[in-house]
């Protein structure tokens, strides 16, 4: 485990990411990259075939324009829209976050991306994987650069907090569905609420609304209108704290009922089974 601080200096206890997981990571987005790459570069020659004769200099243009757009426009964008994940981080359960624990923002991600085509794709990932070998928490240059660190989202759960559950919202949690929350999410939102007093009244106020609508897609129906962003979280950690508790005691009862289906099978028929 690792500790960040934020900006109100309220520690933050953090997973990073394995660097054998990071590469493995890296190398499932490079060859994501290359290949939408060279899909679009032979739409692209499809089409300008078809309206233009290409020569060298636009041929190199276009091929310059197109490895742009895929190694530094595209991967910024999916970074920010999934907020720190591409292909390889999804697979492998990994995150960008700031060094203070929040969700990176487009700057964030454009310095990455920029970085990246020197740390992984010029030199072959060398540089990158030296950079992780000798930081203590595996970053890269680019994570130096953009202040992000990469973290582990199928970490151990942080120790459990005081989740309260506003009176309004009893009557939703009864009906609602929080089995599609992801435990990466889950767990980001329980480190929130057992930071939450140490916070600023605006950070905590504009964390809150990014756990929040990071979440709401998750979670069906939606919280009642008026529902502030931190008693959403809350409640919606209570009521996954309650979904567990069940399926821990269903699980608990087909075990049960399965010994005692095997125990009333004859003597001679259990030994065989």
């Known amino acids: ?30 060859v994501a990259y290359t290949l939408v790459n060279i899909g679009l570069l032979l739409a692209t020659f499809w089409l ?18 197109m490895s742009v757009s895929v190694f530094v426009l595209l991967l910024m964008l999916v970074e920010v829209l999934t907020r720190g994940r591409s292909l390889g981080k999804l697979i ?9 624990g929040g969700a990176i923002r487009v700057r964030h991600s454009f310095v990455r991306a920029l970085l990246w085509q020197f740390e992984v794709i010029a030199t072959g ?34 120790p459990p907090v005081d989740a309260h559950v506003a009176p309004q919202l009893l009557p939703w949690l009864q009906v609602t569905d929080v089995s599609g929350v992801p435990t990466g999410l889950r767990r980001r939102i329980v480190q929130f609420l057992s930071i939450a007093p140490g916070l600023t009244h605006e950070s905590r106020w504009q964390r809150a609304i990014e756990l929040a609508v990071e979440l709401n897609p998750h979670v069906a129906p939606a919280p009642p209108e008026g529902t502030l962003p931190e008693q959403f979280l809350a409640a919606v950690v209570a009521r996954g704290r309650v979904a567990d508790r069940e ?9 049960a009922a399965f010994a005692a ?10 030994l065989r089974q």
């Open 261 to 270: 289906s095997v125990d009333r099978l004859p003597h001679g028929l259990r």
């Open 125 to 158: 990932g060398g540089i990158a994987a030296l950079t992780g070998l000798l930081s203590p928490q595996t970053k890269r240059l680019g994570d130096y650069m953009a202040g992000t660190i990469a973290v582990s989202e199928r970490a151990t759960p942080p």
């Open 92 to 100: 492998l359960g990994l995150r960008i976050v700031r060094d203070d």
């Open 1 to 30: 485990m690792s500790t960040l601080v934020t900006g109100e200096a309220v520690e933050l206890s953090v997973q990073p990411a394995a660097l054998a997981a990071r590469a493995l990571s890296c190398l499932i987005d490079v």
């Open 247 to 255: 399926k821990a005691q269903r699980r608990g009862a087909r075990a």
């Open 48 to 65: 300008l075939l078809r309206i233009l004769d290409l020569n060298g200099l636009l041929l190199t243009a276009v091929m310059t324009i």
